[in-house]
C-alpha cells in the first residue's frame, strides 16, 4: 500500500492519469462532433452521366439519385474527372440503349474508383443497384401503359416482353486493387507516420532542454531540422522496402513513392515540432487534438464531403488528408502524387518558418524549447 500511495507523490503519476483523460475527451469530441449529420450530407457526393443515346431522358436517372449531378460529354472526360476523384462515380449510358430496352437486354454502366474512401465505394455501389431498379420501375410501368392501349391481337406477345428486369447493371471498378489489406495502407502510414513524428519530437525536445545551456539556439533548431530530415529519409526508404516486401504493386516509381514518404514524415515532423516551440510540452495537448482531427478528416474511411463546412476547412491544412490522398494513389493509381506533394512542401515550408519565427522571437538567454 506504501508503493501505491508513493506512485501519487510523483507529478508523473498524475500527468500520465491526465493524459489518458484527454485522450478520451479530445476523441469522442473531436470523432462524434465530425461525424454527426454525415447521412445528411449525401448531396455532396458527385455522381457524373454520359449520356451517348438521344432518345432516353438522362433525368428519369439523375432523379433517382440523392448526389449532386452533372452532365459529361465525352466518356474519356468522365473517367479523368473519377481518376481525379473529382466524381464519385459515373454513369455511361450507351448509344442503343433505349432500343435494348425493349428487347431487355439494356445494360447501365456504372463506373466506381477503387482508390476512394471506403464508405464512398461503398455507398456508390449502393446507389449503382437501386438506380437501376428504380429505371426498371419506370420502364415496366410504360410498356405496362402500351401493353395495355395495344390492340388485342398483340396483348399476349406484350404481356411477354414484361419485365421488371429489362435493363441490368454493369459495374466497373476502376482502379482495382486485390486484398482487404490494400484499402489499409493509406489509414496505416498515415497513423504510423502522425504518432512516430509526435512521440519523436517530444523526446527531441526534451533533449533539447538538455543541451540549451551548452549550445546556441539556432544550431539546436538546425540540428534538430538534420536529424528530422534524416530520420525522414529513412523511414520512407523502409516504408517502401515494406511495400515491397508484402507484394503491394506501386503504381508510380520507386523514387516517387519515396519522395512522395520523405514530404510526409517530414510534414508531420515539421508540424509536431512547431506545436512544441510555441507551447513547449503543453504543444502535445496541440498534437493529440491534430492526430484526432487529421483521422477523421483525411478522407481514408469517410470521403471529406460528407463531413461539415468547418471539418472540410480543416482537412485542408493538415498534412495527413494529402498523405492518404497520395496514398490512394500509390496503391491503386489512376493519377499521379504531383499535386500531393506540393501541399505537402508548402505544410513543412509553413510550419518550418513558424519554428524560426518563435526561434528567433525567444531571448537568448532562455532555454530553447523546439522540437
Not at 460529354?73 to 430496352?101: C, H, W, Y
Not at 491503386?332 to 499535386?339: M, P, Q, R, S
Not at 512542401?345 to 522540437?371: C, D, G, Q
Request: proline share 2%; charged share 15%.
Amino acid at each position: 500500500m506504501n508503493t501505491f500511495k508513493s506512485f501519487f507523490k510523483s507529478n508523473l503519476t498524475f500527468v500520465g492519469i491526465g493524459v489518458a483523460f484527454t485522450f478520451l475527451l479530445i476523441f469522442f469530441t473531436v470523432w462524434l462532433t465530425a461525424y454527426d449529420g454525415v447521412t445528411d450530407r449525401m448531396n455532396n457526393l458527385k455522381v457524373g452521366v454520359v449520356n451517348d443515346d438521344a432518345s432516353f431522358n438522362s433525368s428519369l436517372l439523375t432523379e433517382s439519385l440523392p448526389f449532386t449531378t452533372t452532365t459529361i460529354a465525352q466518356q474519356s472526360d468522365g473517367t479523368e474527372q473519377l481518376n481525379k476523384r473529382e466524381l464519385d462515380m459515373l454513369i455511361v449510358v450507351p448509344q442503343s440503349f433505349t432500343e435494348d430496352i425493349a428487347a431487355n437486354t439494356a445494360v447501365m454502366t456504372y463506373y466506381i474508383n477503387q482508390a476512394s474512401p471506403s464508405l464512398s465505394k461503398q455507398i456508390m455501389e449502393n446507389a449503382a443497384k437501386e438506380a437501376t431498379a428504380k429505371i426498371n420501375e419506370q420502364v415496366f410501368a410504360m410498356k405496362k401503359e402500351q401493353v395495355i392501349n395495344a390492340p388485342e391481337a398483340y396483348i399476349k406477345d406484350g404481356v411477354q416482353s414484361l419485365s421488371m428486369q429489362g435493363v441490368q447493371p454493369e459495374i466497373i471498378k476502376l482502379n482495382q486493387t486485390e486484398g482487404f489489406a490494400a484499402s489499409m495502407i493509406p489509414l496505416l502510414v498515415v497513423l504510423a507516420s502522425f504518432v512516430g513524428s509526435m512521440l519523436m519530437s517530444m523526446n527531441l525536445f526534451q533533449a533539447s532542454q538538455k543541451l540549451a545551456p551548452f549550445h546556441n539556439k539556432w544550431s539546436i533548431l538546425f540540428s534538430r531540422f538534420l536529424i528530422q530530415f534524416i530520420v525522414s529519409v529513412l523511414l520512407s526508404a523502409l516504408t517502401i522496402s515494406l511495400l515491397l516486401l508484402f507484394k503491394f504493386e506501386l503504381h508510380v516509381s520507386v523514387w516517387e513513392g519515396f519522395m512522395f514518404q520523405v514530404l510526409v514524415y517530414l510534414a508531420f515532423l515539421c508540424l509536431t515540432q512547431m506545436f512544441t516551440v510555441v507551447f513547449g510540452l503543453a504543444g502535445m495537448l496541440f498534437n493529440i487534438v491534430s492526430l484526432s482531427i487529421q483521422l477523421v478528416t483525411a478522407g481514408v474511411i469517410v470521403p471529406r464531403a460528407l463531413l461539415s463546412d468547418f471539418y472540410q476547412s480543416l482537412s485542408n491544412i493538415f498534412p495527413a488528408t494529402y498523405g492518404a490522398s497520395g496514398y490512394f494513389s500509390i496503391i491503386y493509381g489512376g493519377t499521379n502524387v504531383t499535386g500531393e506533394m506540393k501541399m505537402l512542401a508548402a505544410i513543412i515550408l509553413i510550419t518550418f518558418s513558424v519554428t524560426v519565427l518563435r526561434a528567433a522571437l525567444s531571448k537568448s538567454k532562455e532555454k530553447m524549447t523546439v522540437s
